[in-house]
């Protein structure tokens, strides 16, 4: 009988450790950028704590001047989701159960093709196509919906209101939680959905009773990523909306809040010295928007998180 | 509430393939019938085919007759909802809805088809149910926790309750051990004794013990050659097939001395 080999072979651990530290290695520069950006950003910031009034565009202080950037940031993105997210989680349904395999491909690819188009682009369209003829429909807002603070008016003419700025944020951030519903769904276990049919559940219910509560947490995930890429889309909004700084609900006059992203960077290139640091510091509140709502999305996931037993 | 079911020359097709030719049995009810048969044989595809749950596959679709009671199931006007409500199912592995405490998944059934049901029917409902599958003495204190933190064997059971607690006229079960130990087993072998009184039951299994312990007829299916559809050998008394079969091969399958 020979002896059983129990030598290690080295060659392939020399691979598990230089695959171990290049994985550890990946792991720390992620987390070493991510602290670099904080740092710069703080840094940065904190001369804007004593800025004068001149290098706030007229307000008193920082806080002043950072609200209603914050205000028009939540809600443009939080319109912008609740438009996509409804949206996005009935195409997702359609690709994944409801449209024959032959449909349900191109649809996909078309959506996939939709986080292809650049910013800038969405912002021309936005300007140049969808405000005018948003425009037309504020008008009849405000005639018959004007009792709603929202709909207020005056209506802008030009459609280059929050809304119109809200329902291009909506279109960028489909793809992405269209995508990521439509792979949560399509992974649903069929022995769950088997079994529902077989109680007599139609396709909705079954759709009810299985993959909404086995999709839930992606699905949160899906929302909170769209809402990252509505918090931080800089160029579209910049664009599209006529922004005067005020924090106001009316979601359809030409006077607007301006969200972070955008103020930024039609300020940035012609700040100099506080007014740099001022820009600064409202990017770093951006970052630590941003690093809430996923923070707080990740929590919601993990939360609904299904136990797969056995 | 117990019927029977008359096949007659059904074909079943998965698009262009036809998976299982001119199957035409009478199935008794208030019995057990166990279909038995090499794998891929298509008894699986017939079983479903008997709630109209091979649809659940795109392409698949049937020619011949289904008739339960008079009703034919593949008729121009029947839901195939419909008919799933009437016709219950157990699959191979046990399948408890994830997000479900006990007393919901028993009641899921009962949920779609009445909308309002007053606290203590559901009750009732689920403590009848239970008890008919065997598990109430087992889960009667955890009510309200997960179906899925239960054993195989008593998932397996919860299914079963789910399934009775709608009182279909027929039930179906594919191959509801196959991913059970013998304890288990012989758990719901019994369980299928007992509610024979009640339901018409058809049972698919690739244990031949089991055909021969829990049915009373049994079908033998087998393929004529590999990519042929699967067709019905043999339909008899269970102790007759066991015994005596009608057909060699029938004999040969069940004696090991097949292929």
């Known amino acids: ?117 650049p910013s800038v682009v969405y912002g021309l369209w936005g300007i140049e196509f969808l405000g005018p003829r948003l425009g037309t429909s504020y008008g009849w807002l405000e005639d018959n919906l004007g009792f709603l603070p929202f709909f207020e008016g005056p209506a802008s003419g030009s459609g280059r209101t929050i809304l119109t700025a809200s329902v291009v944020l909506a279109v960028m951030a489909l793809p992405i939680i269209t995508a990521i519903c439509r792979e949560i769904f399509s992974q649903t276990p069929t022995l769950h959905q088997e079994a529902a049919l077989a109680l007599g559940a139609t396709r909705w219910e079954m759709i009810r009773m299985t993959v909404f509560p086995y999709g839930r947490s992606g699905m949160i995930s899906a929302v909170m990523l769209g809402l990252g890429r509505a918090l931080g889309e800089t ?31 039609l300020g940035f290139p012609e700040a100099s010295g506080i007014k740099v640091n001022v820009l600064i510091f409202s990017g770093l509140v951006l970052f630590l928007i941003t690093f809430v709502v996923n923070f707080l999305g990740r929590l919601i996931a993990a939360r609904g998180q299904i136990k797969e037993g056995r | 509430m117990a019927k029977s079911i008359d096949v007659s020359n059904l074909d079943i097709y998965y698009g262009d393939f036809k ?4 199957v035409s049995m009478t199935i008794r009810a208030r019995s057990v019938t166990a279909f038995i048969g090499p794998s891929g044989c298509g008894k699986s595809t017939f079983l479903r085919s008997l709630n109209r749950m091979h649809e659940v596959i795109p392409g698949a679709r049937v020619e011949g007759k289904v008739v339960v009671e008079g009703q034919d199931l593949y008729g121009d006007q029947v839901d ?20 479900m405490s006990i007393y919901e998944n028993v009641l ?9 049901m007053k606290k203590s029917e559901a009750d009732d409902i689920v403590e009848r149910s239970l008890k008919g599958a065997n598990l109430w003495n087992e889960v009667k204190d955890r009510l309200g926790k ?63 013990q089991q055909a021969a312990r829990v049915s009373d007829e049994t079908g033998f299916f087998n393929l004529k050659a590999a990519g042929q559809p699967g067709h019905l050998v043999e339909f008899n008394s269970t102790q007759k097939m066991f015994a005596n079969p009608d057909n060699e091969s029938t004999e040969a399958y069940i004696s090991g001395r097949f292929g």
Not at chain 2, 108 to 116: E, M, Q, T
């Open chain 1, 1 to 117: 009988m020979t002896a059983v080999q129990l030598e290690r072979p080295t060659t392939s651990r020399r691979g598990d450790a230089v695959f171990k530290a290049l994985a550890t290695a990946a792991a720390v520069l992620i987390l070493v950028a991510l602290a670099g950006v904080a740092v710069f950003l703080t840094l940065e910031g904190m001369p804007a704590l004593q800025a004068e009034p001149g290098a706030l565009g007229g307000k008193d202080n920082i806080v002043l001047y950072v609200w209603p950037l914050v205000f028009g940031t939540l809600l443009a993105a939080f319109l912008a989701i609740l438009m996509a997210a409804p949206l996005s989680i009935g195409l997702a349904l359609v690709i994944s159960h409801y449209a024959p395999r032959r449909l349900a491909k191109p649809i996909g690819y078309l959506i996939d093709l939709l986080a292809a188009v």
């Open chain 1, 235 to 265: 160029m579209a909004v910049a664009m599209v909306l006529s922004a005067t700084g005020v924090v106001t609900f009316n979601l359809i006059s030409s006077v607007n809040p301006s969200t972070i992203a955008a103020n930024i960077a």
């Open chain 2, 19 to 22: 998976a299982v030719e001119d």
């Open chain 2, 80 to 99: 195939p909802v419909e008919v799933r409500r009437q016709i219950g199912m157990v699959f191979q592995r046990p399948n408890p809805f994830p997000t």
């Open chain 2, 108 to 116: 899921a059934g009962n949920r779609l088809n009445a909308k309002k």
């Open chain 2, 146 to 208: 997960p179906g899925m933190g239960l054993s195989g064997g008593q998932q397996q059971r919860l299914c079963i309750a789910r399934a009775i607690a709608v009182e279909p006229q027929v039930l179906l079960m594919d191959e509801p051990c196959s991913a059970l130990d013998p304890i288990s087993t012989s758990a719901i072998e019994d369980l299928i004794h007992e509610l024979k009184s009640d339901y018409t039951i058809v049972i698919v299994t690739h244990n031949m």
